[in-house]
């Protein structure tokens, strides 16, 4: 049993297809993740078949798939590449931490949700979804900035480029009030394996309350339904009982829970 690790994604997909396909809710990180990773690794049996995979972006912040804990503890960096932080399924990511010998600390505690039956809001908030264009690119970037300040991620940089990929390929969506003025945006990833993942789902403060989230929410889970996702996916974090209950409302069930940790700086 042993990690092999490459810098080609083409490589990586030749040798972990199976396992990605396999279950891509549990590798929904590392699917959307894989090709503009900075390194990939999976973990082989002695058969040959392949039972867990991690994607690193950026440099030393791997996010873990599916993987049994023995791969987990078994996962050694080269020096100087040691994670400075790591998400994945809780057991994983602490058998990896406890196992590195570093000291670590939780940064956050988080729960994956699959899309059953799509639900939508009762009662449905008043205004309407749509998708955003090119002149929302300024609006949506400051709004992302803001939701990274909002969940404890850097907010200083530039969310231009990220955004307007989003929007030129009609994956991001605006919750626009009666008077045309858009007061909530969510966005979805591109459909890899059969899912898709629900993301950055913001409503600034001053027009929280009123359901706007339910609602873009529910029409950015009903396009992905619609383009061809076969699983669409969100997480939450653990912390926000509101965002919690929202999303189950809609239809979403449960899959696992996830951890992230920061590790303190290595000493040589």
């Given at each position: ?181 858009p007061v909530s945006m969510a966005a979805v990833s591109r459909t890899i394996e059969g899912q898709a993942r ?54 979403y069930r449960p899959v696992t829970d996830h951890l992230g940790v920061a590790f303190a700086p290595v000493t040589?």
């Amino acid at each position: 049993m042993t990690w092999h690790f490459t810098e080609d994604s083409a490589a990586f997909r030749t040798a972990a297809a199976e396992h990605l396909a396999a279950d891509p809710a549990r590798n929904t990180a590392v699917l959307t993740l894989m090709d503009r990773a900075d390194r990939l690794g999976w973990w082989a049996e002695p058969d040959g078949r392949v039972t867990g995979v991690l994607a690193e972006s950026p440099p030393r912040v791997p996010a873990f798939g599916a993987m049994p804990v023995e791969a987990a503890r078994a996962l050694v960096f080269p020096a100087g590449t040691e994670p400075t932080e790591l998400r994945g399924e809780t057991a994983a990511v602490e058998a990896y931490a406890e196992a590195s010998g570093r000291p670590w600390r939780p940064t956050v505690r988080m729960r994956l949700f699959r899309l059953g039956r799509l639900i939508p809001p009762d009662p449905a908030p008043a205004g309407r979804a749509r998708v955003a264009d090119a002149a929302d690119v300024p609006l949506a970037a400051a709004w992302a900035r803001d939701f990274a300040r909002d969940i404890g991620e850097d907010p200083e940089q530039d969310f231009t480029g990220p955004v307007g990929e989003r929007i030129s390929e009609g994956r991001l969506l605006l919750w626009e009030s009666p008077d045309d003025r858009p007061v909530s945006m969510a966005a979805v990833s591109r459909t890899i394996e059969g899912q898709a993942r629900v993301h950055l789902v913001y409503t600034p403060p001053a027009d929280r309350g009123r359901g706007h989230a339910a609602g873009v929410t529910a029409a950015v889970g009903r396009a992905a339904l619609d383009s061809g996702a076969g699983q669409v996916l969100l997480f939450t974090d653990l912390g926000n009982p509101t965002s919690n209950a929202l999303y189950r409302r809609l239809g979403y069930r449960p899959v696992t829970d996830h951890l992230g940790v920061a590790f303190a700086p290595v000493t040589v």
